[in-house]
């Protein structure tokens, strides 16, 4: 009964979605706008409908109900009750679900927080919102019924045991909540060039919910980084999969878009540069989704699936993008073009950060791509691995460093250049000290790490130049946002460069009681012992690390054999210290009574994860600031809030 | 007039895109893996009866003279159940099939054969999945073909359906 249930909430959805199109369609133009009231309401009823639905899944998974496909499919009575629930979103249908409920949940919150946009392009923007969800309620409804039942079933097939992690239960709905959360700017966007209203007004409306999204986003990836870096076992932070650049393409145009709306909303510039970035950071979302749920790339990631459902999910993609795109080309030329500014002032250093970032994001998409396009023309098979992506993409990540080392520190529409050298004096003198204090000390750590770490230093400085001399009890919260934000990429930037220069990798086959040394450690193997997991047999090697004089301690890297599906996994030990992480693995087999034991020392890699949780808290703040100094206003102007 | 031709580039740009991502997704290609041992002899095994009822199977037992289907299966498939009904009609026309159950537990097995019937003259256990991998197998259910000789003649990967009974029938020497 559910089962059934959660399927005529998805179709009530999806029903309403179609009246939201409409209803909205017709409201757009002002001789209808009687019929403008009535679209918040169906929006917010729509969400309700997609949020039982998946309530209604989630209910049927944590009941174990076999007599649903998909939970025969994905789940196991005797798996623990969380990866029960969080097994709900770890298969394509229940994935898919997620991102409706999510879309759905973006439309209700437009419809009822959203009073700054003029009333015909929140109308229109709410239309554009209930066409993407229409598509996608169709897609599920059509080609992938998370509800679909099934006789005779009495035990699941387990869940890949990959995926049997803590870190998936709030992994994938962050990622989402950021990526389908863009759905917002794309909508926006639309609206505003239905009804022609692209300016600063547009644009400070846009401005929070492209923050909220790109908060989750931040998150999502930085997360997933650390999830792959624990869970895989192979020691690595970012494998510059297909999957995990497809999150980081939509995260590059968002973080674009953040920046390029601010010279919108303060200065009325970039008014097309500003809506192609809003159409373009959904479309890569929407990209991601597709190369993941397509099936069309093979990663660690992918779920195999029928390729029918690929060329449903390109074909939505084809009218939504192609469409907002046809918009674009058709109305922007209509659009003017903003104030100009002058070469050398902040607005400059925005679109120089700008036209880097999407200079980044065509070098990953090339990367991505390329491999998929050679063997779709030529059938021959080759990859991009990461020596493609650091030499091409981390130089300009670096030049990007720089020039955000500069922004905050210019004038709004014209600046001098001899003003700006002397108010980044400090930030350069210490960038300058950390090159050369590395290039004396720190010997060959290549060019890439040791630019970083120099970079690293002076953008920290530099990011908390815009806090001095000023009041800081009066310094609008927005401003700390981007301080610590801008601060996180420095952390973040330095973390990446360590782990790069520093780490230290140890592989060794040892018998009991033989020490080998990493780093500054010295590590036994003083042998192995099995123990029971929930659904697992697990075996664990018993290490003892010591450091100098200290107290030697335990760590216990594990083997986890699941037995639905059969499947071996690999479980690090990994014990943090406040200057890095001592990252321990065990190899699958003994050899002459020999297990392999790999062993990492990773000085201050825990930083990488450290400024992603940082720039996040910056974007955070920044949404919280921006809010709070709307409402403030709308009471000051005597405006019902 | 030049403002007006950038603007559509976006979309041109776009459409390349999914012109590629077109032709990739009309090119996935077969994932199966074919078994390098058919046509060669059966590896040699014995396994352990799965169930207190029925024997298990050994390498011996194929070199009797008569064609039979060895079916690995297992009670946690899915896909399982549905080619059971494909398996009772051969059963019905005298083939003798044989189960091998891949990580499999004696009570869940029995509920299995309770709930969708029992095609198998023999079940055998794989707890490791040794069986499965000796003969060259990579997923459930994947059902072979083994002459009177004990040789491998055909592997069949994925469900056996109705359309499958004719060659099936054939390669197994019985008229439909």
């Known amino acids: 009964m559910i089962a059934e249930a959660g399927l005529a909430a998805l179709w009530f959805a999806a029903a309403l979605a179609l009246a939201q199109l409409v209803l909205g369609a017709m409201a757009t133009s002002d001789a209808r706008a009687e019929l403008r009231a009535s679209i918040a309401p169906v929006a917010i009823v729509q969400a309700l409908f997609v949020v039982t639905a998946f309530f209604c899944l989630i209910a049927v998974f944590a009941r174990s109900d076999m007599s649903v496909l998909l939970v025969a499919e994905n789940s196991h009575s005797a798996k623990p009750m969380i990866y029960k629930i969080s097994g709900t979103w770890g298969n394509h249908e229940g994935s898919m679900l997620l991102w409706v409920t999510i879309l759905g949940v973006a439309g209700a919150s437009i419809a009822l927080f959203e009073r700054k946009l003029r009333a015909d392009t929140k109308v229109a923007t709410l239309a554009a919102q209930g066409a993407i969800a229409l598509g996608f309620y169709a897609f599920l409804l059509f080609a992938s019924n998370p509800f679909a039942r099934i006789a005779g079933v009495i035990e699941g097939q387990g869940l890949n045991p990959l995926l049997q992690d803590p870190g998936l239960a709030f992994h994938p709905p962050t990622l989402y909540a950021g990526y389908v959360g863009m759905s917002a700017a794309f909508s926006f966007a639309v609206g505003a060039l239905v009804t022609r209203n692209v300016g600063p007004e547009f644009a400070r409306a846009m401005r929070p919910w492209i923050l909220g999204a790109w908060v989750f986003l931040t998150i999502g990836i930085t997360a997933g980084s650390y999830w792959s870096y624990y869970t895989l076992g192979w020691g690595g932070w970012w494998f510059w999969d297909p999957v995990e650049n497809a999150s980081l393409m939509p995260w590059l145009a968002a973080t674009a878009l953040i920046h390029s709306v601010t010279v919108l909303a303060t200065r009325d510039g970039l008014r097309a540069w500003t809506i192609m970035l809003a159409v373009l950071a959904f479309s890569m979302s929407m990209v991601g989704t597709f190369l993941v749920r397509s099936g069309i790339l093979t990663s660690v990631h992918s779920f195999a699936v029928d390729p029918r459902r690929g060329l449903f999910i390109l074909e939505l993609l084809a009218i939504y993008i192609g469409g907002a795109l046809t918009l674009f080309a058709l109305r922007v030329g209509t659009v003017s073009e903003g104030t100009r500014f002058d070469p050398f002032s902040r607005e400059a250093a925005l679109v120089a950060n700008n036209l880097l970032l999407t200079v980044i994001l065509i070098v990953v998409m090339a990367g991505t791509l390329y491999p998929l396009a050679l063997e779709g023309f030529t059938g021959a098979k080759i990859s991009v691995g990461a020596p493609y992506f650091n030499s091409v993409a981390g130089p300009l990540a670096l030049v990007l460093m720089l020039i955000m080392a500069a922004g905050p520190l210019l004038r709004w529409r014209s600046d001098q250049p001899a003003l700006l050298l002397r108010r980044v004096a400090p930030a350069l003198l210490v960038g300058v000290i950390a090159l050369a204090v590395l290039i004396a000390f720190a010997g060959p750590i290549g060019l890439l790490p040791l630019f970083g770490l120099a970079v690293a230093a002076l953008v920290a400085v530099a990011s908390l130049a815009p806090l001095w001399k000023r009041n800081l009890a009066r310094t609008p919260l927005f401003t700390y946002g981007m301080v610590i934000a801008h601060l996180g990429c420095a952390v973040s930037i330095a973390g990446m460069a360590c782990e790069g220069a520093f780490t230290k990798e140890n592989l060794v086959a040892v018998k009991a009681g033989e020490t080998q040394p990493i780093g500054p450690f010295s590590v036994t193997f003083a042998g192995l012992r099995e123990f029971p997991g929930p659904n697992y047999a697990a075996l664990e090697g018993v290490l003892l690390v010591a450091k100098g004089s200290d107290k030697p301690f335990i760590m216990a890297p594990q083997l986890h054999q699941f037995s639905d599906p059969p499947m071996l996994t690999n479980q690090a030990a990994i014990k943090t210290f406040w200057n890095g992480q001592l990252y321990l693995t065990i190899g699958e087999k003994e050899i002459d009574g020999r297990w392999l034991i790999r062993m990492w020392w990773k000085p201050f890699v825990t930083l990488i994860w450290l400024g992603g949780a940082m720039i996040a808290l910056g974007g955070a703040l920044a949404l919280l600031g921006r809010v709070r100094r709307e409402l403030f206003a709308s009471r000051k102007a005597g405006a019902p809030a | ?176």
């Open chain 2, 1 to 176: 007039m030049k403002r007006g031709l950038i603007l559509w580039l976006p979309l041109a740009l776009i459409l390349i895109l999914f012109a590629v991502f077109w032709v990739g997704l009309h090119r996935q290609e077969n994932h199966d893996i074919a078994s390098q041992m058919v046509g060669k002899a059966l590896p040699e095994f014995t396994t352990p009866a799965a169930l207190p009822g029925l024997p298990g199977a050994s390498t011996a037992l194929f070199r009797d003279g008569r064609p039979r289907l060895l079916n690995i299966f297992a009670s946690w498939c899915v896909p399982c159940v549905a080619e059971v009904p494909v398996l009772m009609r051969l059963k019905g026309m005298g083939v003798e099939v044989v189960g091998i159950a891949v990580h499999d537990t004696t009570p869940a097995l029995d509920q299995f054969l309770t709930r969708n019937g029992n095609p198998y003259a023999r079940i055998g256990s794989d707890d490791q999945s040794r069986i499965q991998l000796a003969l060259g197998s990579s997923g459930v259910p994947e059902t072979f073909v083994i002459d009177g000789q004990g040789r491998i003649v055909k592997q069949h990967i994925g469900v056996v359906g109705e359309g499958d009974i004719p060659e099936l029938l054939a390669l197994l020497g019985k008229q439909p």
